[in-house]
T-cell receptor, first 113, second 114 residues
Framework: GNSVTQMEGPVTLSEEAFLTINCTYT??????LFWYVQYPGEGLQLLLK?????DKGSNKGFEATYRKETTSFHLEKGSVQVSDSAVYFC????????????FGSGTRLLVRP | NAGVTQTPKFQVLKTGQSMTLQCAQD?????MYWYRQDPGMGLRLIYY???????DKGEVPNGYNVSRLNKREFSLRLESAAPSQTSVYFC?????????????FGPGTRLLVL
């Protein structure tokens, strides 16, 4: 079946540190992949997406590359800020069931000044 | 544009009470969704509506009903609330079908069932 696995949190970093949040997936065919971010007390916001292999999604300094060979979509940022503190969700939209977004369990990021 | 809006933001119910969660979108999207978010479990799909006039069950539909009132509005009803339905509920919408379509989320409704 389809599933998403994210690294356990919380991830605690100092400001300006490099961030990597791992995400791997299992899916039939070629799903679309997404990163959503949830700031405290708010809903989910789309951060970036990639719809085919080798695509790189990017937004607000965050990047993730769709790696079909390793079934991964790791989120990276070169220099995090305190304002990046949030919960990050990796998700996939299967090709064969295009309504059902499948989410990972989320990774909480805490950035300290 | 407001995007996706939800009411209420927070609700406390007693076991057995009923309530309706409201959702509206102003992006002229065809498809709408209801998810619940529980600690450590990500979001799970309750029901969705591919287009006006249609609704289908998602992963966890038991204990819920939905109504696609028109293209803009999609409501979620709990007929007899149970403590297991304590959760945060998110409504989402997308332009339509297709696995390249992005779903846009509302701010959520936090529900506590005592």
């Amino acid at each position: 079946g389809n599933s998403v696995t994210q690294m356990e949190g919380p991830v605690t970093l100092s400001e300006e540190a490099f961030l990597t949040i791992n995400c791997t997936y299992t899916a039939t065919g070629y799903p679309s992949l997404f990163w959503y971010v949830q700031y405290p007390g708010e809903g989910l916001q789309l951060l970036l997406k990639a719809t085919k292999a080798d695509d790189k999604g990017s937004n607000k300094g965050f990047e993730a590359t769709y790696r079909k060979e390793t079934t991964s979509f790791h989120l990276e940022k070169g220099s995090v800020q305190v304002s990046d503190s949030a919960v990050y969700f990796c998700a996939l939209l299967p090709k064969d069931s295009s309504y059902k977004l499948i989410f990972g369990s989320g990774t909480r990021l805490l950035v300290r000044p | 544009n407001a995007g996706v809006t939800q009411t209420p933001k927070f609700q406390v119910l007693k076991t057995g009470q009923s309530m309706t969660l409201q959702c509206a979108q102003d992006m002229n999207h065809n498809s709408m969704y209801w998810y619940r978010q529980d600690p450590g479990m990500g979001l799970r799909l309750i029901y969705y509506s591919a287009s006006e006039g249609t609704t289908d069950k998602g992963e966890v539909p038991n204990g819920y009903n939905v109504s696609r009132l028109n293209k803009r509005e999609f409501s979620l009803r709990l007929e007899s609330a149970a403590p297991s339905q304590t959760s945060v509920y998110f409504c989402a919408s997308s332009r339509g079908r297709g696995n390249q379509e992005t779903q846009y989320f509302g701010p959520g409704t936090r529900l506590l069932v005592l």
